[in-house]
């Protein structure tokens, strides 16, 4: 791995951003492995171990012997069946697949995730025989699944198996065509089963995610069922639902269980995530970092560019906000410590960075592939529509990252590790995989088809690599991996079922889109602003909604509540979707959980509210952008819609809106010096109406945008002339000072 050393001799001064910046220049080594392995020492924590700490999802049990074999085995299985579909789906039709799905990964969660509750006095003492340095970590590995774990596997088992039984269970069974004939005529023994497995799922939820989202699916439970009881003149009141049609509309409908978002899981999301995992065995993210390092090892910025950069390419491998923040993190918090960041700083940009991670293409969240299904459009089209708000949200970090570096007097580094060309030439083939995926979408393959022939692409490229070839047994080892990341997924869609199926039942959707409208109407009756308070009223209601529940749950929650008051209002089926998918993965970003900024502290061991707030500011273009394409038909351009024109001026002046934001927020032009509050005011008033993308708000912001110009110019000039600094005072390890 690089090394990192700072430039200059060593009587030069200490940057101004003392905090955890050190004093020697001797080079600084980088952990020798970014690939989730600990250093030779075992000194230095597990990345992954850390990383599902501050996951949505919540890590599960390390299983070896026996138990390990079955799972493994199980989720092996699983992902042959997956793989197995693409190219020769079952011919009983794609809900048939998706209960075996189910039936395959219910079980392995109770197995793989321990229950987490207050145990019996009998299990405490035994869990206190554990070593008295082990971790919670390390005790949660040692205990494999107890007794009741067993028998809530073996009921999930059969009662997601229950629907294809081809034998009779008391007044049911008899098959999967008689299952369906039942639909909405349960007989009792379909609603027994289907009660089972309602709360299984639910407790599968618990523990991979926590409390929260079972609570939310009671919550919405609770109003199909008791909804009839509300006072009919309230907008949020229906007819009411029995018991029965409930678990109906939840085990034997295409919108509950075996919906929309457990069929994105069971066909993209398990496919990409054992892509991924091929990927990272095959070396491609010890290959990002390097080549991130070597591309900027000589600039002033190196330190925080490296960041940026490792933050969107190992986002292809993982796809996960926090576990990108931690693998990024592990190995360029040395270099951000030594150039001089504190703490604070460096870990919102590598929180900033890493939930970037779920925005950028070509392996977005899995919320993106709901979206397809939902619109049912190409994943392609998706992607196109991504690429340029990816584009504008990193170069607002970049910016930052530039503001920051002479603003603070960041130190320059040096970043001893091999060229960026000769890496490139080396491993450079990691890339084909990724631009493999882009080009079979062209060409018109299906997403799924796609990611297969990438997989099989990644895992012959392994060769080139002798120390990460793919062999069987570590081939084996990624397919397994891949089933085993997308467990946890797999339930909260599942469950997601619960609210699109109540949604979908009692009216709720186009309910909730009145009253959002209605709130807004009672401030103005003109088109223009009662579309903006919506998008406002709806970026506050998601951005809520997403500090409670996992991103993929609080977009599909969004989706079927507040997406309908958006198409009410005008705004295309695109733009609501991609509204309603940036501030669910923003959940991330914004405080008071924020927790990609939560695992940035742990890296850095910074102070966790002040890192929040960094986060939010290097993310700031990623929560207004989306209001941009929702509140006028100009900002379409932003997802690539509209035509050449559109697209290049909508992208032109959204850039500069970013950069005009980016001074405003920084407190510095680069190129010139400070900005005061006056011309800071002046450029967030800028950046803002500039974000309208009309043509009278856009002469306006840019008028404006050119008085804080002069005013900083203004102010330099007005500095230089009384003696005083036109910087802030740093020196820069003997070269110039500022």
């Not at 010096?673 to 008033?685: D, F, S, V």
């Amino acid at each position: 791995m690089p090394a990192v050393r700072s430039s200059g001799d060593s009587t030069s001064q200490p940057s101004t951003m003392g905090a955890g910046s050190t004093s020697d220049d001797g080079p600084v080594p980088l952990p020798p492995e970014v690939d989730g392995r600990t250093g030779p020492d075992g000194a230095e924590p597990d990345p992954r171990e850390l990383a599902a700490q501050f996951e949505d999802e919540k890590p599960g049990r390390e299983l070896s012997g026996p138990i390990g074999v079955l799972v493994t085995g199980t989720t092996l299985a699983i992902a042959l069946l997956a793989l197995w579909q693409v190219f020769q789906p079952l011919p009983q039709g794609s809900k048939f697949y998706l209960i075996i799905f189910l039936a395959g990964i219910m079980p392995m969660v109770f197995l793989a995730y321990p229950a987490d509750l207050r145990l019996p006095r009998r299990l405490r003492r035994a869990d206190a025989d554990q070593p008295s340095g082990a971790t919670p970590a390390d005790r949660r590995g040692h205990r494999g699944p107890t007794l009741p774990d067993w028998i809530l596997a073996g009921a999930a088992l059969v009662s997601c198996l229950y629907p294809v039984l081809p034998v009779g269970l008391g007044d049911g069974g008899g098959g999967y065509d008689a299952f369906l004939d039942r639909q909405g005529l349960l007989v009792g023994m379909d609603v027994a089963m289907g009660t089972v497995l309602l709360i299984l799922l639910l407790e599968a939820c618990r523990r991979t995610t926590g409390w929260i989202l079972p609570a939310v699916c009671v919550v919405f439970l609770g109003y199909g069922y008791y909804g009839g009881l509300l006072p009919q003149s309230w907008p949020v009141a229906h007819a009411g639902l029995d018991f029965g049609q409930i678990v109906d509309g939840l085990y034997n409908s295409d919108s509950g269980f075996y919906g929309t978002p457990l069929d994105v899981a069971a066909t993209y999301i398990v496919l990409f995530t054992i892509y991924g995992a091929v990927l990272d065995l095959s070396g491609a993210g010890r290959f990002f970092v390097e080549l991130s390092a070597a591309a900027f090892r000589r600039s002033r910025t190196a330190a925080g560019r490296t960041a940026v950069a490792s933050g969107f390419l190992l986002g292809t491998v993982s796809g996960s906000g926090a576990a990108t923040t931690v693998s990024i993190g592990a190995v360029t918090w040395p270099v951000l410590r030594r150039a001089g960041y504190p703490p604070e700083r460096a870990g919102g940009m590598l929180a900033a960075a890493g939930v970037g991670a779920i925005l950028s293409p070509p392996t977005l969240g899995a919320a993106a592939f709901i979206i397809a299904e939902y619109l049912g459009v190409s994943y392609l089209q998706v992607l196109g529509w991504a690429t340029v708000p990816t584009v504008l949200y990193y170069l607002g970090i970049l910016l930052a990252v530039e503001i920051d570096a002479r603003r603070s007097g960041v130190r320059p580094v040096v970043i001893d590790t091999t060229g960026a060309g000769r890496l490139l030439a080396r491993f450079g083939y990691h890339f084909l995989s990724l631009f493999a995926i882009v080009g079979l979408l062209a060409v018109g393959f299906s997403a799924t088809k796609a990611v297969v022939l990438a997989t099989v692409l990644a895992a012959v490229l392994s060769f080139l690599d002798r120390r990460h070839r793919l062999t069987p047994a570590r081939l084996l080892t990624a397919l397994s991996a891949g089933v085993r990341g997308v467990l946890a997924v797999s339930a909260v869609c599942a469950a997601a079922g619960i609210i699109t199926a109540t949604t979908t039942k009692t009216g709720l959707g186009p309910q909730m889109a009145d009253l959002l409208i209605d709130q807004a109407r009672a401030v103005s009756s003109e088109p223009a602003v009662v579309l903006a308070l919506t998008a406002l009223l709806a970026a506050v209601a998601l951005t809520l909604l997403g500090l409670a529940v996992p991103v993929t749950a609080s977009f599909v929650i969004g989706w079927v509540i507040i997406g309908p008051a958006l198409l009410d209002l005008g705004v295309t089926a695109p733009a609501a979707a991609m509204f309603v998918f940036y501030f669910a993965v923003l959940s991330e970003a914004s405080p008071p959980t924020a927790l990609a900024a939560v695992a940035a502290a742990a890296v850095t061991g910074g102070r966790l509210v002040p890192t929040m707030w960094q986060t939010l500011r290097y993310a700031l273009p990623a929560y207004l952008i989306p209001l941009a394409f929702v509140v006028t038909p100009t900002g379409l351009g932003l997802l690539g819609i509209g035509g050449p024109q559109r697209i290049a001026v909508a992208t032109a002046v959204a850039a500069l809106s970013v950069a005009v934001l980016a001074v405003a927020a920084g407190g510095w032009l680069p190129g010139v010096g400070p900005a005061g509050t006056p011309e800071r005011i002046l450029g967030a008033l800028a950046g803002l109406t500039l974000l309208w993308l009309e043509p009278v708000p856009v002469a306006i912001g840019a008028v404006l945008a050119a008085v804080m110009v002069a005013g900083v110019l203004v102010r330099r000039g007005s500095a230089g002339r009384t003696g005083g600094p036109s910087a802030v005072p740093t020196v820069n390890h003997g070269e110039e000072k500022q």
